[in-house]
């Protein structure tokens, strides 16, 4: 059964730093690894998506890398600012179902 | 396209009654999917439909949960009778299997059983 974690389960960080968030997966055989973002009492917001074949994606400030072999995935964020507080999921699918595997997220605060 | 709707988006009823949440996902869409958010459990998937036909509902906790999908632009999540544990986060989410891109989620719909 495929379980995927998140560490760690909250951050608080001061305006500017970088940041790195993990994820990890226990069975390797994913179609594709997506980071989603959701703000309080609001649905989820796909970040970014890396197919299997792929080693990394960037998107503005965020970056994701994903080695399967070792079943880990990590979204680095930099020069965070406020507006990136929120909670950060990562999702694994399985076979070219479609079907998401959550983590449990860790709830990011960037404070001014 | 305006994403993935849900509705109602807040619905509080009484124990024992039955609840019935609506989702009309992204038009092209063939894959829909409910979920269900917890603080304790986190997200769950509950039932997962691809081209309108349920693949795997091996998440849908009891009998008293079913779930349609009678055409592609819409489906229904159903609760009978609810109960105080029911009380969550139900999330439907739309992507188009196969082609290795983002699964979209509506608001969701905040369930309260008192």
């Known amino acids: 059964k495929q379980e995927v974690t998140q560490i760690p389960a909250a951050l608080s960080v001061p305006e500017g730093e970088n940041l790195v968030l993990n994820c990890s997966f226990t069975?390797?055989?994913?179609?594709?690894l997506q980071w989603f973002r959701q703000d309080p009492g609001k649905g989820l917001t796909s970040l970014l998506l890396i197919q299997s074949s792929q080693r990394e994606q960037t998107s503005g400030r965020l970056n994701a890398s994903l080695d399967k072999s070792s079943g880990r995935s990590t979204l680095y964020i930099a020069a965070s600012q406020p507006g990136d507080s929120a909670t950060y999921l990562c999702?694994?699918?399985?076979?070219?179902?479609?079907?998401?595997?959550f983590g449990t997220g860790t709830r990011l605060q960037v404070f001014p | 396209d305006a994403g993935v709707i849900q509705s109602p988006r807040h619905e509080v009823t009484e124990m024992g009654q039955e609840v019935t949440l609506r989702c009309k996902p992204i038009s092209g869409h063939n894959s829909l999917f409910w979920y269900r958010q917890t603080m304790m459990r986190g997200l769950e998937l509950l039932i997962y439909?691809?081209?309108?036909?349920?693949?795997?509902d091996s998440g849908m906790p009891e009998d008293r949960f079913s779930a349609k999908m009678p055409n592609a632009s819409f489906s229904t999540l159903k609760i009978q009778p609810s109960e105080p544990r029911d009380s969550a986060v139900y999330f439907c989410?739309?992507?188009?299997?196969?082609?290795?891109?983002?699964?979209?989620f509506g608001q969701g719909t905040r369930l309260t059983v008192v």
């Open positions: 989410a739309s992507t188009l299997t196969g082609t290795n891109t983002e699964a979209f």
């Open positions: 439909f691809n081209n309108n036909v349920p693949i795997d």
């Open positions: 999702a694994v699918t399985l076979g070219n179902t479609d079907k998401l595997i």
């Open positions: 069975d390797s055989a994913i179609y594709n």
